[in-house]
């Protein structure tokens, strides 16, 4: 079965960057949906941000213009530049692959981000 490991989160102070990973034990990325989700203490885990096999990237509004997804399909991993963090974007990260808008595989461990000072 197809794994995801997320890696990349930490503390880190209000306004500042974190770039988190995801990658998978096999070639699954090249042809797929790929997306990050985010589940807060005490929330639903919600989408954030997806790409496209070919690279068209799309965001929720809560991160637009401070996130940013990206791929390297060579090395089966999805990535998440996340600039200007706050507080609210404290939560567990998780990635996966996407097939008809929903999360198709297991999920991972996820990776902690917080933001705090």
């Known amino acids: 079965q197809v794994q995801l490991v997320e890696s990349g989160g930490g503390l880190v102070q209000p306004g500042g960057s974190l770039r988190l990973s995801c990658a998978a034990s096999e070639s699954i990325f090249s042809s797929n949906y790929m997306g990050w989700y985010r589940q807060a203490p005490g929330k639903q885990r919600v989408f954030i941000a997806g790409?496209?096999?070919?690279?068209?990237?799309n965001s929720a509004d809560s991160v637009k213009g401070r996130f940013t997804i990206s791929r390297d399909n060579a090395k089966n991993t999805v990535y998440l530049q996340m600039n200007s963090l706050k507080p609210e974007d404290t939560a567990v990260y998780y990635c996966?692959?996407?097939?008809?808008?929903?999360?198709?595989?297991?999920w991972g461990q996820g990776t902690q981000v917080t933001v705090s000072s």
């Open positions: 996966n692959v996407l097939v008809g808008g929903m999360p198709y595989l297991s």
């Open positions: 790409i496209t096999s070919g690279g068209t990237a």
